[in-house]
Nanobody
Framework: QLQVAESGGDSVQAGASLNLSCVAS????????MGWLRQAPGEKREGVAA???????TYADSVKGRFIISKEDGKATIYLQMNQLKPEDTAMYIC???????????????????WGRGTQVTVSA
């Protein structure tokens, strides 16, 4: 059974950094895209960053230059290093996995095969 679990969310002040982690288990295929989505109250879910098993990455324009997505080789584990956090980054951050896709489509359409429960990031001014 495919399962996804995130950790690392917290409440911080603007300008701080956080590192989120995500572990997936029960994957049926060796190639996949994993990434992060976020959803703020009353807002649409949006793609933040994605990485494929070859290490190719795609970022939303709003986080380019501030966030870095990375993975552990040989493991379905990814990280999101978030720097220079802003109040508008406040959201539930959700890790997702999708097979037979690419990082651009993952970001656009949001990881269809499995999602975690999310980890809350709150940034105060």
């Amino acid at each position: 059974q495919l399962q996804v679990a995130e950790s690392g969310g917290d409440s911080v002040q603007a300008g701080a950094s956080l590192n989120l982690s995500c572990v997936a288990s029960g994957l049926a295929y060796d190639t996949y895209v994993m990434g992060w989505l976020r959803q703020a109250p009353g807002e649409k879910r949006e793609g933040v960053a994605a990485i494929d098993t070859d290490g190719k990455t795609t970022y939303a324009d709003s986080v380019k230059g501030r966030f870095i997505i990375s993975k552990e080789d040989g493991k379905a584990t990814i990280y999101l290093q978030m720097n220079q956090l802003k109040p508008e980054d406040t959201a539930m951050y959700i890790c997702a996995v999708e097979f037979f896709t690419n990082t651009d489509d993952f970001l656009e359409y949001g990881g269809k095969n499995a999602w975690g429960r999310g980890t809350q990031v709150t940034v105060s001014a």
